[in-house]
């Protein structure tokens, strides 16, 4: 009898943990069992035809390289070196290379040469029109510049290709700050680059974006009252030629000598500009979320994007349909007390800045550095980053499909 009464106590509870189970919501989206390494090489950037073929950007051995995948990300074995002059390539922290595709066939990438000090200084373009067969002969984005540095690359709506960075005055008169330049010819060459602010911290990337009525966002870390280091946004309505006042996302008042190397990212759903980014509050290492409906000129309050998730950092934020999607690397807090290996955490975010449900997509071996995210058409996830363990660093790719349904956050 009390056999009996154990084994049912026992079936019932298994009854109610697979009740639970079964109402409990579901992720976002669906990730393969484990991410797989696809690559040699580090600070990886993804990008994806319509045709499905999948792209990879790649450093290794101071070359930059493409490589391309005809079936999805099973394998790439196509392998083509984007810069001329050989082991020239500059990258480390978030001063790394960046890939965009603009078309069906038009590729951009920049990144940062030595010169002939075999120093790094000079921001470098090429592009292919060929899907990425070729590449074309570098130009430079600003040679007036003394220093160009922490990056980024963006394509408006209207085919304009935008370089923001951190750096020396222009031709050698104005101090350190945030600039950008634009090519209005498809990277053939660049306009004069503008400032668009100074006091800036000097190793974390800016960000851009754009919405549908033309106007261009960016965002960057700020330094005032000596050592305070928040993230700063401003606009341009004339397609980046002047712009608008600095408008602080929130004050964080993170104090610190010293530069964290770690940007924001932005990304618009709408007319709403949202903002993730990394930050010290009360002593306490924190990822927030905030928007922005008018024109990034105030801001809402912070959420929180990391949930219970260590040492969060390094967001990338992406829209897709009626979603914006994020990315960012940490350590699970049940994992080793805390010191578990770096994995890829995702969640969305829907045009009310509802949270979806977080999702742990892992990591190979190592721990996970500089997680990228892309969506293809019309539920493919895909979400990509570096690994060094043993002396090797490794491109890691995970796949995903977005499931349907509204989720929410607990």
Known sequence: MRGFMISAARGAAALVLALVLSAAPAGPVRFENKPRAVATGVFPQVAVRVTGDVSLLTVEGGDLW???????????????RVNEAPHEVVAHGENIPILVLHSMREFY?????????????????????????????????????????????????????????????????????????????????????????????????????????????????????????????????????????PAGIAEDNWRLNGCPHSGASLAVLGKRLFVAWHTVREGTSQLYLAWSDDGGKTFSPRTNLRGTVLDANHPMLAAHGNKVGVVFQGRDP???????????????????????????????????????????????????WHETSDEHSRVVMIRGRRNGGDDRAN
């Open 109 to 245: 990438v920049v990144w940062q040469g030595r010169d002939a000090n075999h120093e790094g200084s000079a921001l470098r373009l090429a592009r292919s029109t060929d899907w990425g067969t070729t590449f074309s002969k570098p130009v430079p984005v600003d040679p007036g510049s003394e220093s160009q540095g922490f990056y980024t690359m963006s394509v408006s709506p209207k085919g304009i290709v935008y370089v923001a960075w951190l750096g020396g005055g222009q031709h050698g008169g104005e101090g350190s700050g945030v600039y950008i330049a634009r090519s209005a010819n498809r990277g053939v060459s660049f306009e004069k680059s503008v400032r668009v602010a100074s006091s800036v911290c000097p190793c974390c990337r800016p960000s851009l974006s754009f919405d549908d009525g033309g106007t261009v966002y960016i965002s960057w870390r700020g330094v005032s009252h000596g050592d305070v280091r928040d993230i700063q946004v401003a606009s341009s309505a004339d397609g980046g030629a002047t712009w608008s006042k």
């Open 334 to 384: 049940n994992d080793n007390q805390g010191w578990g290996k770096q994995n890829a955490y995702y969640r969305e975010i829907d045009a009310r800045g509802t949270l979806s449900a977080l999702v742990n997509a892992g990591h190979l071996d190592g721990s996970v550095n500089y997680p990228e995210l892309l969506y293809e058409e019309p539920d493919h996830v895909f979400v990509v």
């Open 66 to 80: 493409y490589l391309g995948s005809p079936d999805g990300g099973d394998s790439f074995p196509a392998r083509v």
